[in-house]
Every structure is written in structure tokens, then in C-alpha cells.
């Protein structure tokens, strides 16, 4: 997931000096320096790195009828993430992806049940031709994704916290082509800077709030691993549902930028892997989902969602519908009684002989 990870980790696993032959041979008997080595083209990672098959690997398809609507998930709330222009950060291109490196004083202060720090931030995108997120939301692969990349405080460092369960925290941001989004020219423009492997830049501090959605409070959470080798299954998920647009050729810039050692950086996402035993999580009610019925500004909807309806097919359409149903069938009962009550007063009054005939289609006139 992260150059700074991998390097630290390779420092820890490897003893000598680092042998970058690529020999099958070499593979099998320098594990270690072999880290870097793996592609997106070939994503059979578990020959190398055992963990990467296993039962709680990222990224995943979050199917959302099956996602449960957990009313105890808090929204994330963000420290330190509007950096001053005189934090430099480097921004660089490791051969996998694109790297912003964060200061540990951005932090995720509500969210969790422990604080979170942030390392860095990347992405990961398709090509001009196909598109390149790696979480998928109802079988729909989005055009890029960021993920933010956060370790929990009590463990200290990155490297520490990475091996443990509850070490990681990643935030997921989707993206979708629409309008311009001059925040990500921070980064976007300097991508023809740092086109060549292992390039570097150093970038002012800006605003990191800026790069993600409005709506920090509704997400998708569930427990998976590191998107790339060693696949670490210690990363605490969230995937928001707000997607972030930038343009087309935004977007374009993403992909055709950055090159890794032999052609062009692109389509780095991982295939999508078994939910297995897994469940997702989801921080909103699916009954305020679809529809806009609640104005993006009103984070204080809590009291509709909270009423936690069971089932995801029972739509805010359907609820509607059933309210109208039932107060206009009270209120044509109403009319029938009051009718009703008004003819037996009328045939009292009147006489007897004649035949006052009783209407039923005189409801439908109200
Ligand atoms: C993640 O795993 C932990 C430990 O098994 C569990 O307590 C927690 O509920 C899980 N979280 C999610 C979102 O599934
Ligand atoms: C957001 O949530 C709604 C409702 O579950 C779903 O239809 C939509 O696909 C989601 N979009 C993303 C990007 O998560
Ligand atoms: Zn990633």
C-alpha cells in the first residue's frame, strides 16, 4: 500500500545488501529483498507473500443490499488535516503509485474507539480506457480512489502498528468524472515532476480536508488488509459514500503521468477479493440513502436514522406511500361516517314514504 511501509519493512526483513535480480530462482531464496518486486499485472501475490490469500483481504465489493446499518458508528471527525504552506511534503512516485507523505499532527480524533495518525495519503486509477478504483460499490468499479493511510497512536509508528489487528486505519475516497476540483492540483500538478520511479518533490501544506467528501458521516466500515503486498489483514476500513469529482483531464493526468520501471504507472488497483465471513457495515440507513430527502448541510438526521428499520427493501418510497395510503383511507372513512350520519338525519326529518337512496359513490366526490 505504501512505500514507506515496504521500506521499512524490507530494512527489518532483509540483512544484506538489497540483490534486485529479478531471477525466479532469486525469488525463492532472497524472499526478502523481493518486496518491491511485485506488479499489478500479475496479482498471484500469495506465492510470494502467504497472507495475501487469506479470509479478510482488501479491496472488496460492498454490495449494498446486504450492507447492515450500524447506528453506532460515529462520524469521522479530523485534527490537524489544514497543513500551513510552510509544512513541506514530499510527494513522490514509488513504482506502485503516487505518495503524499502526512505529518503524524493529522489525526482521526473521533471515529474510532482510539485515536489514529496520519502517514500518507495515494491513489490508485485505471487507465485512459478503463476505469481504476479498487473498492467496488454494487458491482460499479469507480473511475480513481484515494485512500489516506492512518496508524493507531498507542503503538506509535507505522511500522509497529502495521502487524497489528487494530493498527491501521484507511480512509477510501471514490472518485467520479465530473466537474474541475482545483484542490487536487496540489498534487495533480506536480505529477510530471516525479514521472520517473523513486522521484521526489517537495509540496507546500494545504488544506488535506479539502480532497475529501462533505459527508464524513456516511460511510461503509468493515475489517480488511493492505490493498499490496504483504496484505496485512490489520486494516479497519472506511470507505465513504460520497464520492469526490474532478475532471476528465484531472483524471487523464493520474494516468498517463507516472511511469514505474519499464512503461507507463496505471491501472494499479488490485483485483477484488472474497467477502468470506465478513459483514460490511454501513454508518446511514438505506431509508435516506437513494433519495435526497434530507439537504446535504443537515448532518443533525440522526433521530430518522436512528429508528433502525430492518431490511433494505423497504425504501423511503414505499414508507411514503404507506402513510398517504393510510391518512386518506381515514380520512374517506371519516367522510363515510359523517354522510352517513347526515342522511339518517335527513330521513328522520323527512318523511317516512319516501326512499332516500344511500349513494356510496358520493365518497369519491369529496
Ligand atoms: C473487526 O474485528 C474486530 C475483532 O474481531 C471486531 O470486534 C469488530 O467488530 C470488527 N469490525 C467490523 C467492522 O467488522
Ligand atoms: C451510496 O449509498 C447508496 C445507498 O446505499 C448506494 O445506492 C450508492 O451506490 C452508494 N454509492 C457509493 C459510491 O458508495
Ligand atoms: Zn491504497
Known amino acids: 500500500m505504501d512505500r514507506l511501509l515496504l521500506l521499512i519493512l524490507a530494512q527489518l526483513l532483509t540483512t544484506g545488501a538489497c540483490d534486485k535480480n529479478p531471477d525466479p530462482e532469486h525469488k525463492e531464496k532472497h524472499k526478502g529483498d523481493m518486496l518491491d518486486h511485485w506488479t499489478y499485472k500479475d496479482q498471484n501475490w500469495n506465492e510470494s507473500y502467504v497472507l495475501c490469500d487469506k479470509n479478510s483481504q482488501s479491496p472488496i465489493n460492498i454490495d449494498t443490499g446486504k450492507t447492515i446499518f450500524n447506528k453506532n458508528l460515529p462520524p469521522i471527525t479530523l485534527e490537524g488535516y489544514n497543513l500551513p504552506e510552510t509544512e513541506q511534503l514530499a510527494l ?4 506502485h503509485t503516487v505518495v503524499l507523505s502526512l505529518p503524524d499532527s493529522m489525526t482521526i480524533s473521533h471515529g474510532f474507539t482510539q485515536k489514529y495518525l496520519a502517514s500518507q495519503l495515494h491513489f490508485h486509477w485505471g487507465s485512459e480506457t478503463t ?15 484515494m485512500h489516506i493511510v492512518h496508524f493507531a497512536a498507542k503503538y506509535g509508528s507505522l511500522n509497529d502498528a502495521a502487524q497489528k ?31 520517473e520511479k523513486d522521484a521526489a518533490v517537495q509540496i507546500p501544506g494545504f488544506d488535506i480536508n479539502t480532497l475529501l467528501p462533505r459527508q464524513l458521516y456516511r460511510f461503509f466500515r468493515y475489517n480488511g488488509s493492505l490493498t499490496t503486498p504483504p496484505c496485512f489483514q490489520t486494516v479497519t476500513w472506511t470507505v465513504f459514500n460520497e464520492t469526490v469529482r474532478i475532471s476528465q483531464a484531472q483524471l487523464k493526468k493520474l494516468e498517463v503521468s507516472l511511469k514505474t520501471g519499464h512503461g507507463t504507472l496505471d491501472s494499479n488497483f488490485r483485483h477484488i477479493q472474497p467477502l468470506k465471513k465478513r459483514t460490511v457495515f454501513a454508518s446511514f440507513s438505506s431509508l435516506t440513502s437513494s433519495r435526497r430527502i434530507i439537504p446535504k448541510e443537515d448532518s443533525g438526521e440522526s433521530s430518522e436514522l436512528n429508528k433502525s428499520v430492518d431490511g433494505d427493501n423497504f425504501t423511503l418510497g414505499d414508507t411514503m406511500a404507506l402513510i398517504f395510503g393510510v391518512l386518506f383511507g381515514c380520512t374517506a372513512l371519516a367522510f363515510v361516517i359523517y354522510v352517513i350520519k347526515q342522511r339518517k338525519r335527513q330521513r328522520s326529518s323527512t318523511e317516512r314514504g319516501q326512499k332516500v337512496i344511500y ?8
Open 359 to 366: 349513494k356510496p359513490a358520493a365518497t369519491m366526490e369529496a
Open 165 to 195: 489487528t487494530d493498527g491501521l486505519a484507511v480512509l477510501g475516497v471514490l472518485f467520479q468524472v465530473g466537474e474541475e476540483n482545483k484542490h487536487y492540483d496540489h498534487i495533480f500538478d506536480k505529477l510530471e515532476d516525479i514521472a
Open 92 to 95: 513522490s512516485n514509488n513504482g
Open 131 to 145: 476505469p481504476g478504483s479498487e473498492h467496488q460499490v454494487d458491482d460499479i468499479q469507480y473511475a480513481a480512489e
